[in-house]
């Protein structure tokens, strides 16, 4: 689909949502705040938060799978709380699709994390990121519009099989014979020296973050795997940061996602169904980011991105933009509106409030065009209080149409070839 289509598909759906406004919600709301974004030495007034502070000093050593039996619920699960989490997402699901596209790209600044993808060079070219993606789409909408614990159940298939190939690579790379071929292959090779959005991008953070002093005592050190050769590959660190990703930007902003109205309940069960799925992932308890429910979860994810992410990406490493544009332009082939640069731009400006001049100067009128489309399909969402439950079963009738995609078709099809700018590109592996 063109990018006109793609915002023509999210035109109508804004139309759609216009017309078909819910009812008032009976809790009290939530409502998101940036403020606190920049200011690390504000949510760390009082110290790390003591899960975190494990997950930090801790987690990079710890396997990263508990060896739980799979596809078991935890005894601690609540029925009703992960209930609530999936009637928050079938609502949301336009504004909890643009929030896990965002924390991609910020997962991605983290350096183990982005290490693993590069070497297992599934999403270093477009139609690989496609592919990759799509499958990775695949497996956590299955969680959410079915039942992970049911035997036979798409969900249930999905979980099994994300946690099978996590303990693949995770085998592959902490139990090589040979760490030096493990360390090579962690290395994308190519020319990063003129990677235009990684430099904007770094004047863009650079203001906010730099105009405080460092604060030893305070700062994380975004752990990596180069400097620390006790830790493991795919750790404890790497699942609960990956949790985070998933849970953090929704529930730190939501009304920035369009979701004016969310009650606490409702963010709650979504931090909820987030703790389940990452206990049935091989999350240990003990590292389990979302536990405590939504209070400590919101505290621990504020000091997560203003003292471990967002320090990632001002230092995001030269393959950082490759990476992010393979995987934006990856999703580009199946979800409207998903482009590298005018994603990035939204999620600076919409999401975090940043003022991001470099970063926008690089946009073209079409990608101009993007932002306001994306600006507009969120605040129609937000003033008509989220999808109503119509909207959001025509939007979740999609889902099956999306499973029944002929992958190789839609690759063919929508098919753009690796990236390849002057000062800007990876050398592929074949
Ligand atoms: C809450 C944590 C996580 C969730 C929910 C999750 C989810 C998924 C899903 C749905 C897939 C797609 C499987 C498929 O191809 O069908 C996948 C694959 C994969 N994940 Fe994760 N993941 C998590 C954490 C991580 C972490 C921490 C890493 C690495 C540091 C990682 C690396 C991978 C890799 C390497 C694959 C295989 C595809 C590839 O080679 O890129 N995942 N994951």
Redesign the pocket.
């Known amino acids: 689909m063109s990018s006109a289509g793609c915002l023509a598909l999210m035109a109508v759906f804004a139309a759609v949502l216009a017309a078909a406004a819910p009812p008032p919600r009976s809790s009290r709301a939530v409502t998101g705040s940036a403020a606190t974004v920049w200011c690390p030495d504000v949510v760390l007034a009082d110290g790390w938060d003591p899960v975190l502070r494990r997950i930090m000093d801790e987690g990079p050593t710890a396997w990263?799978d508990s060896g739980v039996p799979e596809n078991t619920p935890p005894p601690w699960m609540d029925a009703r709380r992960y209930a609530a989490g999936k009637a928050f997402i079938a609502r949301h699901t336009i504004s909890v699709t643009f929030a896990h596209v965002h924390s991609l790209y910020l997962l991605l600044a983290v350096p183990?994390?982005l290490?693993?993808?590069v070497?297992?060079?599934?999403?270093d070219t477009p139609d690989e990121a496609f592919?990759?993606y799509y499958?990775?789409?695949?497996?956590?909408l299955s969680w959410y519009v079915s039942d992970a614990f049911t035997a036979g159940s798409w969900g249930f298939e999905?979980l099994k099989?994300?946690r099978w190939?996590?303990n693949l690579?995770r085998l592959d790379m902490n139990d090589n014979k040979h760490p030096e071929e493990v360390r090579e292959k962690m290395r994308l090779a190519g020319n990063f020296t003129g990677c235009p959005v990684s430099a904007g991008l770094r004047r863009d953070l650079d203001r906010p973050l730099a105009a405080r002093a460092p604060r030893p005592e305070t700062d994380a050190q975004p752990f990596s795997q180069d400097s620390n050769k006790k830790s493991k590959?795919?750790?404890q660190y790497?699942?609960?940061?990956?949790?985070w990703?998933?849970v953090g930007p929704l529930i730190q902003f939501p009304d920035r996602y369009g979701i004016g109205n969310a009650t606490e309940e409702e963010l709650d069960g979504f931090v909820h169904l987030?703790e389940v799925?990452?206990y049935a992932?091989g999350?240990d308890d003990r590292f389990n980011f979302c536990q405590g429910g939504l209070g400590p979860t919101l505290r621990r994810a504020r000091q997560t991105l203003a003292g471990i992410v967002l320090p990632s990406m001002r230092r995001a490493r030269p393959p950082w933009e490759y990476m992010t544009r393979c995987m934006a332009d990856g999703l580009g082939y199946v979800l409207p509106g998903i482009d590298f640069r005018s994603q990035l731009a939204n999620m600076l400006r919409v999401t975090l409030d940043a003022p991001s001049p470099s970063v926008e100067a690089l946009l073209t009128p079409q990608q101009r065009t993007a932002t306001a489309g994306y600006r507009g399909v969120l605040s129609d969402i937000k003033e008509n209080g989220g999808l109503s439950d119509s909207v959001s079963s025509l939007f979740l009738q999609l889902v099956p149409t999306l499973r029944s995609l002929p992958k190789e078709q839609v690759k063919k099809l929508r098919h753009r070839p690796p990236h390849r700018a002057e000062g800007c590109y990876a050398r592929i592996r074949p």
């Open positions: 990263g183990s994390v290490d693993v993808l070497y297992t060079g599934n999403s592919i990759r499958d990775t789409v695949q497996g956590v999905q099989h994300v190939m996590h690579v590959y795919m750790s790497d699942m609960a940061i990956t949790q990703a998933f987030w799925l990452g992932l999350i």
